[in-house]
T-cell receptor, first 112, second 113 residues
Framework: GAGVSQSPSNKVTEKGKDVELRCDPI?????LYWYRQRLGQGLEFLIY????????KSGLPSDRFSAERTGESVSTLTIQRTQQEDSAVYLC??????????FGSGTRLTVV | KQEVTQIPAALSVPEGENLVLNCSFT??????LQWFRQDPGKGLTSLLL?????REQTSGRLNASLDKSSGRSTLYIAASQPGDSATYLC????????????FGSGTQLTVLP
């Protein structure tokens, strides 16, 4: 597609439920990133996929967070047993192997 | 661990003024530095990317400079307009196998008509 697409744009969930967030990167972009932005704060790195290499999961805050990517296409970020502190905007970005990133519009997650 | 700081946190200026946003980083071993714009409720729009070997990049009314040795970058906005109102984020890419951006907390800019 023309840009990075994320769905849903907004998600309200009850504490303790699982949620799944989706990211469709730009076609041909080998690298895909997930970031989290809490209210009033900067972006925190979560996870990075590069082609078929093992993902860099160093930013995942707990084992309730996981992400998958099929080849160089769609990625899903799953949060299990959501907590109120998980409320944030989750942003996905993709890039070619070189510099420069294109971000999606994000998924605003609210845990009530 | 790389840390990125942006000053000021918020800035309000009258339309037409030239302004400078500041970004500093603690580890000078960077691959590139990127400035983004974020509008409320939206994702990030890339404004300028400066490679580690470059000193500055220009796009329209925007000019970004990089002084890697001192760990500083500035974003200069000429003849500011109300449409420039947004949060401006600076991000550093360390390169290598761990390709991730370290972001500052941003400068929230308001340009008053």
């Amino acid at each position: 597609g023309a840009g990075v697409s994320q769905s849903p744009s907004n998600k309200v969930t009850e504490k303790g439920k699982d949620v799944e967030l989706r990211c469709d990167p730009i076609s041909g972009h080998t690298a895909l990133y997930w970031y989290r932005q809490r209210l009033g704060q900067g972006l925190e790195f979560l996870i990075y996929f590069q082609g078929n290499s093992a993902p860099d999961k160093s930013g995942l805050p707990s084992d309730r967070f996981s992400a998958e990517r099929t080849g160089e296409s769609v990625s899903t970020l799953t949060i299990q047993r959501t907590q109120q502190e998980d409320s944030a905007v989750y942003l996905c970005a993709s890039s070619l192997a070189g510099p420069g990133y294109t971000f999606g519009s994000g998924t605003r997650l609210t845990v009530v | 661990k790389q840390e990125v700081t942006q000053i000021p946190a918020a800035l309000s200026v009258p339309e037409g003024e030239n302004l400078v946003l500041n970004c500093s980083f603690t580890d000078s071993a960077i691959y590139n530095l990127q400035w983004f714009r974020q509008d409320p409720g939206k994702g990030l729009t890339s404004l300028l990317l400066i490679q580690s070997s470059q000193r500055e990049q220009t796009s329209g009314r925007l000019n970004a400079s990089l002084d890697k040795s001192s760990g500083r970058s500035t974003l200069y906005i000429a003849a500011s307009q109300p449409g420039d109102s947004a949060t401006y984020l600076c991000a550093v890419d360390a390169g290598g196998s761990a390709r991730q951006l370290t972001f500052g907390s941003g400068t929230q800019l308001t340009v008053l008509p």
